[in-house]
């Protein structure tokens, strides 16, 4: 996830752009006119569609953006070409065909149930004249782009020949190019990176009806033989994807819920995206944007996804990993501002922990139960040989984290190098602030940051001291 926060990425899309219109209004009559429902408008709204959905899911993701298409010459071009200005991209390059209808999808929502939805539209292929200045402002900008994305929604922007001619330009460069197919013939994409058709559409063009594991794995060896991809995959809805790479791999995921799958399929290619882009290998990726696609199917129409969803997807995935609760710095100061955000009740507390026992246990189960989180500051051996001298700790760093990240009550530990907690306390900014009732008259580091200070009774005769000492058999100064 830190490859992908640090790299933002470059990504040209080039697809077929709409704009997704909707009115929405109530219901309460019958016209008198004929047979149909008399829609009281309260609202309308307009977001991108088609294309532009990629596009938000980029731009969600961290990556930079730049966008070529072609529009006709009409008012819906003009919206569309305001809205995509807002957003900001790094090249906007939209080709005006005479004639030509942008494609504009409306929908009338009573009661929030579609009643009607009307397309105003083109979708012959573009003029040949539109595919030559296209292609040229892209080849003039192309060194500039990490990763090319064909988004075809079958409207006419890709036709066989640009399809070709981009995916060349591309291969000259050393470009990936991700496709989201359209249609039975997948001829067109030729020499692509990778495609990444559902099951249905692999299954239709592949000509082959895909019921088992036999016929995925020969469906999706044909789709890499056949148009010749680096890799083979095919999306399996909430069973994850499949992937072809040396050997056909399946990548399983876990939805939480399942609302609304509209979208989806922009939102996995995006994803992949922007993982190969920030230099994660093919099976890493095709996690990455598993887990991007769970995240989006739970929520309702189409959706964006955002990388701290998805590090909070996988950390509830994980709730039970050590590993996955080992935060650096930046981490813990990203996740405790989101919690935040959250209305979550943010607990903190440190120490070494070098031999976990009961003592240590029962303290922060009593801890956890004062709020939602707690997070755990946990010295780093410099500085517990500091404090307690040569010797000690008895237990690595990595070691004592591993172990202390496997007790239920713990959501998060944190290294720190530092005497005391300080510098961490101020990036979580915890509501409350646990330490040990030997604490008691005494003054606690970061109190003055924490809105609440609660001291915790050990249980008696249980400490790593006790333990070292009992071992050993010498008593510890």
């Not at 001291?455 to 005769?461: C, M, Q, T, Y």
Request: proline share 3%.
């Amino acid at each position: 996830m830190d490859r992908i926060r640090k790299k933002r990425p470059n990504i040209v899309v080039i697809g077929d752009l709409m704009i997704d219109h909707y009115i929405w209004g109530s219901c309460e009559r019958i016209s008198p006119e004929a047979p149909v429902q008399v829609v009281n408008v309260s609202r309308e709204n307009s977001v991108l569609g088609g294309a532009g959905n990629v596009i938000n899911n980029l731009l969600s993701l961290g990556a930079d953006v730049s966008i070529y298409s072609v529009v006709g010459d009409d008012v819906n071009a003009t919206e569309m070409n305001k809205m995509l200005i807002k957003i900001e991209p790094k090249t906007l390059s939209l080709v005006t065909e005479e004639g030509r209808r942008t494609t504009k999808k409306s929908r009338i929502i009573a009661s929030n149930q579609q009643v009607i939805r009307y397309d105003d539209e083109t979708t012959l292929d573009i003029a040949q004249q539109s595919e030559i200045v296209l292609l040229d402002a892209l080849e003039k900008n192309i060194s500039l782009y990490e990763m090319v994305i064909l988004s075809d929604y079958g409207k006419g922007l890709l036709t066989p020949t640009l399809t070709k001619n981009i995916i060349d330009l591309a291969k000259k460069l050393n470009k990936p190019i991700l496709v989201d197919p359209k249609g039975r013939d997948y001829s067109k994409y030729k020499g692509a990176t990778l495609l990444t058709p559902n099951k249905k559409e692999a299954s239709l063009a592949m000509q082959i009806d895909i019921c088992d594991d036999a016929s995925l794995d020969k469906a999706i060896q044909k789709l890499k033989s056949d148009i010749e991809l680096d890799y083979s995959i095919i999306t399996l809805s909430e069973d994850g994807m499949a992937l072809l790479d040396d050997e056909v791999k399946t990548i399983p995921t876990v939805a939480r819920e399942v609302y609304d799958v509209t979208g989806a399929g922009d939102t996995v290619i995006a994803s992949l995206g922007v993982a190969l882009a920030s230099g994660l290998n093919i099976e890493e990726a095709c996690d990455f944007s598993n887990k991007a696609a769970a995240v989006v199917v739970a929520k309702v129409g189409s959706a964006t996804v955002t990388l701290n969803e998805i590090e909070e997807y996988e950390h509830s995935l994980n709730q039970g990993k050590s590993e996955s609760k080992i935060k650096n710095f930046e981490e813990i100061e990203r996740i405790a501002k989101r919690l935040k955000e959250q209305g979550r009740n943010i607990i903190f507390t440190n120490g070494c922990f070098d031999i976990l026992h009961r003592g240590h246990a029962t303290y922060l189960q009593k801890a956890k139960e004062l709020g939602d989180i707690l997070i755990l500051g946990l010295n780093s051996d410099e500085s517990i040989r500091r404090l307690k001298g040569v010797g000690r700790p008895i237990n690595s760093l990595e070691d004592r984290a591993f172990l202390i990240g496997a007790l239920e009550s713990i959501d998060f530990v944190v290294p720190f190098s530092e005497d005391t907690p300080y510098k961490l306390i101020e990036l979580v900014k915890p509501n409350i602030l646990v330490k040990g009732a030997d604490y008691r008259g005494a003054e606690v580091v970061g109190s003055d940051i924490a809105d609440e200070v609660v001291l915790i009774d050990f249980v008696a005769g249980k400490s790593t001291t006790s333990l070292i000492e009992k071992i050993s058999g010498k008593k510890l100064c």
